[in-house]
């Protein structure tokens, strides 16, 4: 079964760090482009950074670039997301998604359950 | 940035009707990067449609997409009591990838 299992959320401090992990399985994970896409409950998902299959090129969201880091370890079959410099605008539960291939019209495929990410003191 | 507008911003319906959602792009989209997704409580979302009017694997033949340029339309032509729940459309070609506000479709 295709599978994307997001973990490493919870409770931090403004200006905490928190990395988040998403273990894939059930397909060859170093072949797909991989996106984190973050939502606050009752509003619309907000796309937040992607990474191609082997980590060499990423994008970001202006409200994240040089806070958050995407990476991927493909040994791992895991993608990450490093978070710094968290604010409160940053509470919301955090997904990541794949890329599907040409079958899926390279849309956003699969997505994980989500991880709750909660920016207060 | 696109821009994604979706209306109604909730939609009350009884099973057997048909629904349609709007969405509306603040300029002209390629048709070939614009999906549609369902989202249920406590879940990701799920792919519907893409490319405008592809159906994902495993979406019903009663849901369609259509339009072009600015203006798409998700339609569902007999709802069923599984089909209640929130849907989004995103663009999808290139950064940033945008998502509407959603469209809650409610039982009547």
């Known amino acids: 079964e295709v599978q994307l299992v997001e973990s490493g959320g919870g409770l931090v401090q403004p200006g905490g760090s928190l990395r988040l992990s998403c273990a894939a399985s059930?397909?060859?994970?170093?072949?797909?482009?991989m996106h984190w896409v973050r939502q606050v409950p009752g509003m619309g998902p907000v796309w937040v950074s992607h990474?191609?299959?082997?980590?060499?090129?990423?994008t970001y969201a202006d409200s994240v670039k040089g806070r958050f880091m995407i990476s991927r370890d493909n040994a791992k079959n895991t993608l990450y997301l490093q978070m710094n410099s968290l604010r409160h605008e940053d509470t919301a539960v955090y997904y990541c998604?794949?890329?599907?291939?040409?079958?899926?019209?390279?849309?956003?495929?699969?997505w994980g359950q989500g991880t709750m990410v909660t920016v207060s003191s | 940035e696109i821009v994604l507008t979706q209306s109604p911003g909730t939609l009350s319906l009884s099973p057997g009707e048909r629904a349609t959602l709007s969405c509306r792009a603040s300029?002209?989209?390629?048709?070939?990067?614009l999906a549609w997704f369902q989202q249920k409580p406590g879940q990701g979302p799920r792919l519907l449609i893409y490319?405008?009017?592809s159906w994902a694997t495993g979406t019903p033949d009663r849901f369609s997409g259509s339009g072009s340029g600015a203006d798409f339309t998700l339609t569902i032509s007999r709802l069923e009591p599984e089909d209640f729940a929130v849907y989004y459309c995103?663009?999808?070609?290139?950064?940033?990838?945008?998502f509407g506000q959603g469209t809650k479709l409610e039982i009547k």
């Open positions: 998604t794949r890329v599907g291939g040409y079958s899926s019209g390279y849309a956003f495929d699969i």
């Open positions: 059930g397909f060859s994970f170093r072949s797909y482009l």
């Open positions: 990474i191609n299959g082997d980590g060499s090129s990423t």
């Open positions: 300029q002209s989209i390629s048709s070939s990067h």
């Open positions: 490319g405008a009017y």
């Open positions: 995103q663009h999808y070609g290139s950064s940033p990838y945008t």
